[in-house]
Structure formats: structure tokens, C-alpha cells
């Protein structure tokens, strides 16, 4: 211990010394709880409250040297918690959606529990937001070493038409990663992470569950919207662009970084039949061909040029994967040594911490496998494809030798814990992943400045100058899909039918559009369409939300009726929302002009639709001709569909 002591005193007057040739500049240092010591004329938070300065509070160290120092001095308890990353509850739900945090069951899940890293859904203002992660970095600075918490956040800033929830935080609303995949722009998708960073960090939120490099293979996957398509070069630009402009640089973490969570390492879309891993009935990924893997692999390759902070391994079970002659073991990702060690650290040598997805080690039980009975609200179960019969205790300790370094969704450490406790695991895995967390929170500078001001939160979050940018991506994402006659631009002078659009629409656009009400008296219609879905498993937690099935409109679908009748009397605007690769074959028979829209509200859209500028968008993904031809398409394997517009297409006038 003596000699520990001696070496840690010499690597601080190591750090002292190489600076004795500039004065060192004092950092801004934040606390509403801790004292401050003064050393040499400069302040440090006495963070273990004994009254000193030791190496982990002392900011002129590097960060690998006081995550070093702060390891030494937890206990196994507190390296556990920190290996958890739960669920920043509210007053009225366990997974925190709501406008209050349950500031009490949160302090007993810090103090008690020492969970250390929480995802925060709260849907208040800036301001609000601001104030309340306040109260529970207050609540960290309690705990016996004060070591500040990361909040973490789902993406937010993605335009639902319709949806009050998605504005209510006041984040700059912008087309969804499809949208900025089909502007195709490096440099645009840099200043939308770099944006969002900004007004994450605004709000002490400092790691961001995004984004999701998987490659969009299987067209009637649930979660196609939230990547950035089929192509795998594209979506590698797009995710090395998104991530450098999240951590502030292709460096790595800095003091104004958000750490960035690149997820699901790999293969998850490649969904058989499009049912989502979140669910029983979703847990395969279908691989058809040796190697088809690899073209998975390559949009993460952006991720790790830039130094990812951490990814986010799989639910799915890659059935019938080979990668290299090897086969893959049916299990989860987060149980899949191969996939984890093998590819992930050894051949792709990724340094930053994997960070498990959601539930993988909570028991799958009988509602999990058959969902809820009929009149009983679904629940979230457990994920542990692969490993069901595995206890609870066993799945964490395969995960944990696997490489997953966190657990998301879990509070409970206590079950490591004991697996040390009683040799089922070496404490030297659970040092190695503490460290290596530590060390990134270091590197965020929460250990200083874990505080933010509201009332600067609430004029920064979603600004004028954030919005108009977003504006702009909102317009520059559009993809024209037809235009027969010239029908677009749209005169400013016609007389405009609205069809599909919210009832304030009328009032907000009246100014810029003549709108009638009665279609007898219009000279154009612009109807607002979503992509066909299907829910058929609304029993289950996931499948009530998520987005399944036939990608083609039911043969009576009413809108495909009202567009049919419509063009008869005069020309007709079709903009589709594209959450999936719809089959826009009927609406080409009727419509002069069709446009993809990834998300945009209607200002934008009439100020796209009256504009005289060419289009440059294109289509990050293609669109089927038929569900005949997306039943014959590989599940695993891009661009190798029967297309009624191919992946790339989007005209210009």
C-alpha cells in the first residue's frame, strides 16, 4: 500500500513539474453540496469529504489517472452500481416517462443501490429538465465518493407529424436519420450530432443512446426508420459524421463531448419477416449467405474511425450467420463471446465500453413468450435470447465474460456482487469495466461541472437559429418520386385542397396557401399519407408500438380511395412518410406528383412544394413494387429487391 502511495505522489508532481513553465489556469468547478479545497492557489471539490486533496479529485491529473485512483478506493458494492445503467424512474412510471422524477426511489437507487448511470424520459421545457437532472446530480454528491451520474437519453430530435410529445422538450425538430441519409451530406449529418450535442449537454444530459448504424436489409423491419437505410457506405458516412459531431471531434471524449452509444453491434436488421428482437416472437435475424455479415459490419466501421465511446450489442439471435467460417452461437449479441471478443475487440479493435441493451439478463416468462392476456396492459420482459433456461445469475456472468462492461435496464447489482463474492466471477473483470466507464467520465468533465443553469437551458433547447437549420434538413430531405406535367412547383396562386393534415393546419398556413373546403373548388389536392403497417401483436409490450407487416395498402385502404376520386376532378400532391419502404404502387397510378418525406411540418413542406429549386434527394433505400417482391428479397443482404424506385432514385424536377 505504501509503495501505491509513493508512485500515485509521483505521478502528481510528475503532472506539477511539466507545467512549471506556464501558470496552470484554475477550471470552473460546481457544487451544491461538497467543500472546496484550496491547494497551490487553486480549488478542487473535496469529493470524498475527508477534508484533502487526493488524486481523483484533482483535474490537473489525466483521466486515466484519477479513474485509476477512484477504482482503488470503491468498494465492490460501488463497482457494481456503476456497472448498472437503470431507469430515471417518475411519479408515475418505473421507466420514468412523465413530467416529475421520483426523486426519492431515485436517491434510494443511487445511495442504497449505487446506480450510477440512468436514462433519463422525462417530456418537460428546457428549463424544467435542467432543473430536475440538477436535483439528482445533487443527490450523487451525497454518496460516500460523490462520483457524479451519467444521464443518458433515447433520441428526441426527430419530427413526428401529429405528436405534441416530440416538441413538448423543446428539441430541434428534424427529419429522422432516413431523412438526413437521403440528403446524403457528411458535412450536414456532423452539424445535426453537433447541434443536438449542444443542447443535450444544455441540459446535463451527456450520453447519447444513438446512433443506429444497423443496415437496413429487411424492408418490413419495425425499426427500419431509425437507421439511415440500405447502403452500407452511406450509413457508414452517416454514422462517422453524426458521432464526430456528438463527442465535439474524431478524438475521442472531451469536456463538451456527448458520449455516443453506436448501436446494435450486429446484424439486427436482417429481422426475420421484420419482427423486431424487443420481442419473443422477433428474437432471430435471418443470415441467408456466408459473410453477408461483413456488409452489416461496415457502417460501425465509421463509428470506430472516430472513436465511438461505447456500443450497444444486439437482442438478435444471428441465425444461420457465418463470418469468416465461422459459426455464430445462437445467443443474444450480449452473450456472444465470438461477436463481442473475437470481432468486435480483437479484429476491429473497438477500446471504448459495451454497453448491454435493455433487460437481456430479466427472465422471459410466460406473458413474455405468449404476451399479455386479453385486457391486461402489456408489460417490458426480459431479452435473453438464446440463454432462456440460463438463471439470472448465469446470464450475467456469460455476459459479463462475453465483454458486456454495463447492464441496461437493471438496477440490482447485488447479484454480481455475491457471483464475486463466491469466485463465479474475478473482480478483476468488474475493475477492468469500472475503469473503463470511469475513465470516460473523466474525460466528460462531470466531475467539475455536473451542474447546469436553467434559465440558459430554456434559451438554448430547440433555438431560432437550431430550428431554422433544422428547417432546412427538413426541406433539403424531401425526394421527389414523380412529377407528371410538371405539376410541381405548385403555383402560389392555385387553390389548394387539404387532405390528411391536422386541423390547426388550415390556420398556420393561411398566410402561404389559399385553402378551400370544399374540393369542388380547388385547382390542386395535397394529401398527407403514412406508409402502410400492421400491428398484429398488440399483447406484447413492443408489438403495441411498433410498426409490423405488409408494406403494401390494404386493397380498401381509404385513403388510396380518396386519392383515386380526387383525380378525377383534379390533380393530386401525394406526400408519404416513410417509416418503411412502402409499396407506392397504386399511388403512382393516380398521383401527378409524389413526394418521400421523412418527417416535416407543414411550412416547410408548401414552402418544398411552391419552391422553383431542383430536388437533391435521394432514396436512402428502395422502394418495392409489390410484397410479392419484398417476400422474395433476402432478409440479410442489400439493394436485391424488385424496385418500383431503386435505392438512389429521387428526381430533380
Known sequence: MKCKSIKLALLISAALVSNTLWAIEQVK???????????????????????????????????????????????????AGMMMHGNARSLNDELGHGDKYNLEEIKDLVLNDKVNSLITRLEVSPEDFAQQNNQLQKIAELSRLSIPLTISVDPRNTFYYGNEVTSKSGFSQWPGTLGMAAIGSEKDINEYGDIIRQEYRSLGVTQALSPMADLG??????????????????????VRGYISGMQNGKNGLNSQSVSAVVKHWVGYGAAEEGLDSHSFYGKYALFTQNDSLKQHIIPFTGAFEVNVAAIMPTYSILKNAQINNHEIDPVGAGFNNYLLKDLLRDTYKFKGVIMSDWNITKDCNEVCINGSPQGVAPKAEGMPWGVEDLTVEERFIKAILAGVQQFGGVSDSSTIVSAVKNKKLDEKLIDSAVLAILTQKFALGQFETPYNDPTEASKFVGNQQFQQIANKAQFNSMVLLENEQQTLPLDTNKKVYLHGFMAEAKNQLKNKVTIVDDIDDADVVVARIDAPFEQNHKNYFFGLRHHEGSLAFPEKDKNIKFIAKASKKCPVIVTVYLDRPAVLTPIKQYASAIVANFGVNDEVLFERLFADKPYSAKMPFALPDSMESV???????????????????????
Open 29 to 79: 468547478i460546481e457544487s451544491q453540496e461538497l467543500k472546496i479545497i484550496t491547494v497551490d492557489n487553486l480549488k478542487f471539490k473535496d469529493m470524498n469529504k475527508d477534508g484533502k486533496l487526493t488524486p481523483y479529485e484533482d483535474w490537473r491529473l489525466t483521466p486515466a489517472q484519477r479513474a485509476k485512483d477512484l477504482l482503488a478506493r470503491m468498494t465492490l458494492e460501488e463497482k
Open 631 to 653: 417476400l422474395q428479397q433476402a432478409t440479410d443482404l442489400p439493394n436485391d429487391m424488385k424496385s418500383l424506385y431503386p435505392l438512389g432514385y429521387g428526381l430533380t424536377h
Open 217 to 238: 436489409t429487411e424492408p418490413r423491419w419495425a425499426r427500419f426508420e431509425g437507421t439511415f437505410g440500405e447502403n452500407p457506405e452511406l450509413s457508414k458516412k452517416m
